[in-house]
């Protein structure tokens, strides 16, 4: 499967790799398997990793998986959400799922380097460095 995550508990952490081309239906499964796994901390911050992503979604597939992670939110208490995005389009496609999914999320923040996004879920209240 192109989407491997892993739980760190004691954080209330989730870390997601999407990996080489990804469907909405294998998105939509990870999710399903998310919502089963019965490890998932609540609340729960995410960092979603797209350095390795080879495909991107159209917009109708972004407002699907929104929709899908909104649909969650009785099951899964998300929180913040830190998306690393390397890539120009992967930025972009980063930025319209964070403006979308708001509602789900408490904060929501794209970076270009996964150092950068580890440091600000780790206290996602602090001000961003210029």
Known sequence: MPVHYQIDPGR???RTRC???LTLDEVVAHLRALEADPRIPD????LLDFSELS???DHDQVHSVAREVQQLR???AWRN??????RDL???IARMFEMISEPSFRATMVFRARADAERWIEKPDAPLAS
């Open 19 to 21: 990996v080489g081309s």
């Open 74 to 76: 009785p099951n899964i």
């Open 90 to 92: 992967a930025f972009g």
């Open 43 to 46: 609340p729960l911050d995410v």
């Open 81 to 86: 959400l830190a998306i690393v995005a390397p």
């Open 55 to 57: 495909n991107f979604p």
């Open 12 to 14: 209330h952490l989730i």
